[in-house]
């Protein structure tokens, strides 16, 4: 095992998203219309400043105009390890001038179709009397212009890209979408700097989520690191009663801990709870997954009778922890933490056909910081299919918007995103200590079971909130892999 002095709280470190931004142009121009390179130049600039966020470094290389220019260009994109490239195109360019640089930075690439101005101002303009002036301004209201021809040359050269078309300012639905792109790049360069933990072994008999950990590990760029339960045993011998009187308080701060509770029990969480985050600090985990019978060994059924309250911390700070070992899910649950929408384990086991609802949740942790109000601590005398008794945590996910996202196996063995969007709507839960919903769906539960089971997932998924299915199929997008989108 490891050194046990590590920092007692870990965070999941995400490595800032490297945009790689150039507009284009044609050198032939410049001493032909005076000011128009300057002008084109100042439309990159607005358009790096409206990348730039917290998190994003933009590496703007400004105008490409010629072909030499477009050799060094993609050796700079490479040395400075882009993740993304958008091009910006100003106005009519040679693809001579493009393809070097996107075929050199092997990144995908996002073209940026956008005039300077909703429509040109024709009577100012046919007002010029300069025809060599109304040329150059033709010229910086010409960026549809090129597009086919950098189309064609991306297929012919089987470069995958993506378009977004619109207006340079004041134009919502574009930067909508470009921000849809920016967002989507930022959660698959978070999961290729992930870090999983894989503690434990499957669940026995569950043959649906069995999964091909390379298959994981080469789609989305993850590491793996596979961790011994005795190791969270080990920490937890080490847990001093001041840390555990500590992380009780904690508890009644961060949970509504229920009055049945037994003190006994909410002490053992709090010891698993502290040796959880000494467990992933020690391997710089941003996310775990785990199972284990834990029959016959003392310490190691202790370890996994106690993890639901801490895993629940865990999970509620960024750090998505699935039970039953279920590795494709807890990649689902990251993807949606990384969105910033949560990401909570869940499954369908009921439906409503009175209210048209489908009921999901799960024993085990779930993500509190997307919880309906306080998430309650419930005891449980038995965890039903497992061994153990302790407490859990029982919480609907808040009411509204919600996205959910399985990480399925297709067959040709490649990974594909199922995801829907539905409504989180108040009503009766079963209160027994589990996570529990109500999820309304626009195409109807009955067409949303039927339509979700015809893609062949497992039966977990992930639940985020808000809608995400748009940024979902982006991410499908630059990961190369399918996106299906059941509603």
């Known amino acids: 095992m490891r050194n046990k002095s590590c920092p007692p709280v870990a965070e999941p470190f995400v490595q800032p998203l490297r945009v790689g931004l150039f507009g284009i142009g044609l050198d032939a121009y410049w001493p032909q219309f005076a000011g128009l390179k300057e002008r084109l130049e100042g439309y990159v600039a607005r358009v ?36 993304i490239i958008f091009l910006h195109v100003t106005t009519y360019a040679l693809s001579s001038t493009v393809l070097p640089v996107v075929r050199r930075a092997k990144v995908p690439v996002v073209v940026l179709n956008l005039v300077p101005e909703p429509a040109i101002d ?11 002036q109304m040329t150059g301004e033709w010229l910086a209201f010409c960026s549809p212009c090129p597009v086919p021809e950098i189309a064609n040359v991306f297929q012919r050269a089987g470069i995958p890209f993506h378009q977004v078309t619109g207006v340079l300012d004041d134009d919502p639905e574009c930067w909508r979408e470009v921000d849809a792109w920016v967002e989507a790049a ?3 360069a978070g999961m290729a700097s992930n870090r999983l933990g894989l503690m434990g072994h499957y669940y026995g008999g569950m043959l649906d989520i069995y999964s091909d950990v390379t298959l994981q590990c080469t789609t989305f760029g993850t590491h793996v690191e596979l961790l011994e339960v005795d190791e969270l045993a080990a920490f937890r011998r080490d847990v001093s009663d001041a840390e555990i009187s500590a992380r009780m308080l904690e508890f009644d701060e961060v949970f509504d801990v229920q009055a049945d509770c ?5 002490a053992e969480a709090a010891r698993t709870a502290v040796a959880l985050d000494r467990l992933v600090a020690d391997y710089r985990l941003g996310s775990l997954a785990y199972y ?13 009778a106690s993890i639901i309250l801490g895993t629940s911390q865990l999970t509620g700070r960024g750090i998505p922890v699935a039970g039953e070992y ?12 990384l969105f910033g929408a949560g990401g909570s384990f869940t499954e369908y086991y009921a439906m409503d056909f009175a209210d048209d609802v489908v009921l999901m949740g799960h024993d085990g942790p779930g993500h509190i910081a997307i919880a309906q109000g306080k998430t309650k601590v419930r005891p449980l005398k038995v965890y039903h299919g497992k061994v153990g008794r302790g407490v859990s945590v029982e919480m609907a996910v808040k009411h509204g918007p919600v996205t959910l996202l399985s990480v399925i196996e297709r067959p040709g063995g490649k990974l594909a995103l199922l995801c829907a969007e539905a409504e989180s709507v108040p009503g009766p839960i079963l209160e027994i200590g589990n996570t529990n919903s109500r999820y309304r769906f626009p195409c109807g539960a009955r067409a949303f079971i039927q339509q979700w089971n015809a893609a062949g997932p497992a039966h977990h998924c992930a ?3 808000g809608h995400l299915a748009d940024k979902l199929a982006k991410l499908g997008c630059l990961l190369d892999i399918e996106t299906i989108r059941v509603c």
């Open 292 to 304: 284990y019978k834990g029959t016959g060994v003392g310490d190691n059924e202790a370890a996994l």
């Open 48 to 83: 790096a400043g409206k990348l730039g966020r917290p998190g994003v470094e933009v590496v703007n290389l400004g105008l490409v105009d010629n072909a030499d220019r477009a050799y060094a260009a993609g050796r700079e994109f490479r040395r400075a390890d882009v993740d």
């Open 186 to 188: 930022r959660v698959a």
């Open 262 to 266: 037994p003190e006994e029990d909410l």
């Open 326 to 337: 279920e590795v494709k899910n807890v990649q689902a649950m990251k993807i949606m933490d």
């Open 463 to 465: 639940v985020g909130i």
């Open 122 to 132: 024709y009577a100012s303009f046919n007002a010029l009397g300069d025809r060599t």
